[in-house]
């Protein structure tokens, strides 16, 4: 940490900053540290800042327009811009492969410049590494990695991912699991405003998604058109897959059931009126959505990815779903939906593990030990 500097500074360095996963972790852990640190956001895909609008009043929170270009090929003159542009902070934080060019420009440049420590932090694959991981992917990674200060992942795949793929040593690897205010999730939902109207007699399947082809949304509309007509799907969240999403829906002739209202920016006040939380994705890691269902009492149905399995609560695991198979998300909605006392039994013991292991007190203590004790090694 710089001498002089009263409130340390933070530069975070996104692959997009729209409302996903890592995203709103990070907004939530600024909101959590308050006047405490000052903030510098970057997004590789500049158009996509859509979290800002999470973050509280009093946080202070920069987006500068002229920071070097996070994409583009790893050229000697990209990376020394990108060094030199991270000088004046006290921590850099990064986050998955869109910002892997900062990573490697730091470890290049970070003896002869003097540069702060950087952690960076990875949550997970886009429908491009959701089969397999690249093997050129992975070599970068190797090579960049060889000097952050910390590796950060939320699950316990990532974890291997980073010792074996990544070859990262043991000690550079900090897995903190994802956490929420879970009593914000257990109250009443309340829907003032919602463009969709619960009716008497339905019910819903929810869920709360960017709607992109990781998510496979398209599948859940064909697992989902097998329930009565009394059940409604409300997918919450945007992006590119809208039109095939209703495209599936259009041709199923469930369009009349299905429901796209758009992202929200508080679900806690929402989730509530689901009846059953699902997930289709095709890869995930530790997803907070799934969290948020379980503080919230619902039962989820959900695909073997990523930590979902060791998430849920142990009545639920029984019902959790193969992968990328349409049949088995349906025979899982088929059995909660038929039975609600099954539907009452899990997402009582889903709030009870939610907030029993995965409050998000445990994680703000765990990401505030880590960011001031990179910045006191580094002052």
């Known amino acids: 940490m710089t001498s002089e500097a009263k409130v340390p500074k933070i530069l975070h360095l996104h692959s997009t900053f729209a409302p996903g996963g890592k995203e709103l972790r990070a907004v939530q852990l600024m909101n959590a540290f308050g006047d405490e640190l000052s903030h510098t956001i970057v997004s590789g895909m500049p158009d996509q800042l859509g979290a800002r609008d999470h973050i509280s009043r009093g946080v202070n929170a920069a987006f500068p327009a002229s920071f070097p270009s996070l994409t583009g090929l790893p050229t000697p003159g990209r990376m020394v811009a990108i060094a030199k542009a991270m000088k004046p902070f006290d921590l850099v934080l990064t986050y998955n492969w869109g910002a892997m060019n900062a990573v490697m420009a730091h470890t290049v440049f970070c003896d002869p410049l003097k540069l702060p420590p950087l952690i960076h932090h990875e949550d997970g694959f886009n429908e491009d590494e959701a089969d397999q991981l690249k093997s050129s992917r992975n070599w970068f990674r ?20 980073a010792h074996n793929a990544w070859q990262q040593p043991r000690e550079q690897v900090s897995r903190i699991p994802n956490g929420i205010a879970t009593a914000k999730f257990a109250g009443k939902a309340d829907p003032k405003g919602f463009r969709v109207v619960k009716r008497t007699g339905e019910r819903w399947v929810g869920t709360l998604a960017g709607l992109r082809p990781v998510k496979q949304l398209t599948m859940m509309v064909r697992a989902f058109a097998q329930l009565p007509e009394n059940w409604q799907l409300v997918i919450l969240g945007e992006g590119p897959d809208r039109e095939a999403i209703k495209a ?10 299905v429901h796209l209202p758009g992202a929200v920016t508080e679900p806690e006040k929402l989730i509530g009126m689901f009846d059953i939380f699902a997930l289709s994705s095709k890869s995930e890691q530790f997803p907070l959505s799934v ?19 060791t998430i849920l609560s142990e009545p639920n695991r029984a019902l959790i779903a193969a992968p990328d198979n349409v049949d088995a998300l349906a025979n899982t909605l088929d059995a909660l939906a038929a039975n609600p006392d099954l539907r009452a039994q899990l997402g009582a013991a889903n709030r009870e593990r939610a907030a029993e292991h995965f409050d998000e007190t445990r994680m703000i203590a765990s990401y505030r ?3 001031w004790g ?6």
């Open 374 to 379: 990179a910045m006191e090694q580094g002052a």
């Open 369 to 371: 030990a880590l960011y």
């Open 248 to 257: 599936v829906a259009d041709d199923l002739e469930v369009s009349h059931r």
């Open 291 to 309: 969290v948020e269902a379980m503080a919230a009492g619902l039962p989820v149905a959900a695909p073997d990815v990523g930590d979902i399995r």
């Open 142 to 161: 190797r090579i960049a990695l060889r000097r952050t200060h910390q590796l950060v992942v939320p699950s316990r795949v990532l974890e291997q991912i």
